[in-house]
């Protein structure tokens, strides 16, 4: 049971994981700025769990606290980076492409990184 609670504690997951997807929830139809979507993204479950995963393979190696937050970080940034491009594919690709329903977010009004910079500034560091 203790390594659990290391785990929890070492990710910030279990609140973060709840948090976030209130916070989703509360943002619709609500024009956001980035510092609360960034937190929103970060937080949900793809990317606490991605966080998990990354820090609990860390803790299991016996890493110290300095690289287990070097892990955490790098859990976040790759959990970001897969919610932005989940939210870029909800706007640029079909139903039949995703394989899910296109377009739910800007149905719902979420809060996105495109609606709040525009799919053309989002995908310019792409090009």
């Known amino acids: 049971m ?6 929890a504690h070492a990710t910030g997951t279990v ?5 976030g997807q209130v916070i989703d929830l509360e ?8 510092g609360g979507l960034e937190y929103i993204h970060r937080s949900k479950e793809l990317g606490a769990l991605i966080t ?3 820090v609990t393979g860390g803790i299991y ?9 070097r892990l955490r970080d790098f859990g976040r940034s790759i959990g970001l980076a ?10 640029t690709q079909s139903s039949e492409q995703l ?3 296109a377009g739910k977010d800007t149905a719902s009004d979420k809060a996105t990184y ?7 500034r989002v995908l310019a560091p792409c090009r």
């Open 2 to 7: 203790h390594i659990i609670a290391e785990i």
């Open 27 to 34: 943002s619709e139809h609500v024009k956001g700025r980035r």
């Open 15 to 19: 609140e973060g994981m709840i948090g």
């Open 52 to 54: 998990t995963s990354v």
């Open 82 to 91: 897969f919610q932005i491009v989940d939210d870029v594919l909800d706007v």
């Open 114 to 120: 495109p609606a709040l910079f525009g799919i053309g």
């Open 61 to 69: 190696a016996g890493a110290d606290p300095a690289q287990l937050q």
């Open 99 to 101: 394989g899910k329903t």
